[in-house]
């Protein structure tokens, strides 16, 4: 046994032995003995995919169609850019929901947060805190307190305000009773409307005999011109803070068979609703609010390419009435254009 186990060992050995002096072409190779693979040029697969901008966009309500269409023109804008992605959020017009929005956009966090807020104190902290921990924040359309953000684009609510009371002391020629159905008031745009309008009929002898805060939704605004009418024999005019308001009130007044006897006036100016209720017959003017989309997507582009922009851009607007809303309306650069629009000069 001891004999068959040492030849059995000597075999071994010359297989090996024998192995060894074979040619490296018939040795077999071992993977860690293999030679690099020679560059032949560009491998066939795909490069990393380039970092995409992420921009978080807080709207505060979807219940309102000039805020849907806001959200649409900024995926619109944003779809010819391939290295930014928005992420949409609606608040169901809840301001602690909001808050709750902007809160998680800044722990994500994003590259660059949009804001179009419901109110301006509430939410301005989480804002300011956005802003202060490095992320650039574009307030759009409200503005908040303070100056704790990147920038703030919207139109100017104010001459909007004042051209809508100049129009329509005009209109009237100095005199009359009048409904305002006022947007939101504890919204900086609200404020801002009816300061405005105040300010445009000043010198004259409107009285605004019935007020209400409809809070931006058409629903509010009929209920509250039912009561208008059953307390009011005689009303020369409606302005309603948007279309919205001032087309609830008109189907309230046409309810009541009283639709002829004044006129209404609204803001926001979308093609499908503000100008084409001038275009029927139900209002009798209606000022561009531009959404600011387009403008918000452009200004993002800036800021995450490291760019400075402006504290404050101001979209135009325009007035349209049954005389020019074929022709797109009529530019407005100072309050007294409204007037001109009705006298001409």
């Avoid at 902290?125 to 650039?136: F, H, L």
């Avoid at 303070?146 to 100095?174: C, M, P, Q, S």
């Avoid at 008109?250 to 093609?271: C, N, S, T, Y």
Wanted: hydrophobic fraction near 40%.
């Amino acid at each position: 046994m001891k004999r068959l186990t040492a030849l059995l060992g000597l075999t071994t050995l010359a297989c090996f032995t024998l192995a060894a002096g074979c040619s490296k072409a018939e040795a077999p190779a071992r993977p860690e003995a293999l030679a690099p693979t020679p560059d032949t040029g560009p491998s066939d697969a795909s490069p990393p995919a380039a970092k995409k901008w992420t921009i978080g966009m807080s709207q505060c309500n979807l219940g309102e169609p000039w805020r849907v269409q806001m959200n649409a023109d900024i995926a619109q804008a944003a779809a010819t850019h391939p290295k930014i992605e928005v992420v949409f959020k609606d608040a169901q017009n809840d301001t602690l929901k909001q808050r709750s929005h902007i809160e998680e956009f800044a722990s994500q966090p994003v590259d660059l947060l949009i804001v179009s807020p419901k109110e301006a104190a509430p939410l301005t902290p989480p804002i300011a805190a956005a802003y202060k921990a490095g992320i650039p924040v574009i307030v759009l359309d409200r503005a908040v307190l303070g100056e704790d953000y990147t920038v703030f684009i919207g139109a100017d609510n104010k001459l909007i305000g004042e051209a809508a009371g100049r129009w329509l002391a005009a209109k009237l020629g100095g005199q009359g009773k009048i409904v305002e159905l006022k947007g939101l008031m504890t919204s900086i745009p609200g404020q801002d409307r009816n300061s405005g309008f105040r300010k445009g009929l000043e010198g004259t002898q409107i009285e605004v005999l019935f007020e209400a805060d409809m809070q931006w939704l058409e629903p509010n605004a009929r209920k509250e011109m039912e009561s208008a009418l059953a307390r009011f024999d005689h009303i020369d005019a409606v302005y309603g803070h948007n279309d919205p308001g001032a087309h609830g009130a008109w189907l309230a007044a046409k309810a009541a068979g009283r639709e002829k006897e004044m006129l209404f006036v609204g803001i926001d100016a979308l093609p499908h609703e503000g100008q084409a209720y001038v275009d029927q017959g139900i209002l009798s003017a209606t000022f561009l609010y531009p959404t600011g989309g387009v403008e918000a997507i452009d200004t993002a582009l800036k800021l995450l390419a490291g760019e400075t922009v402006s504290k404050k851009i101001v979209v135009p607007t325009k007035i349209f009435t049954p005389e020019n809303v074929k022709t797109g309306g009529a530019p407005l650069n100072e309050p007294q254009d409204a007037a001109r629009a009705v006298t001409g000069t």
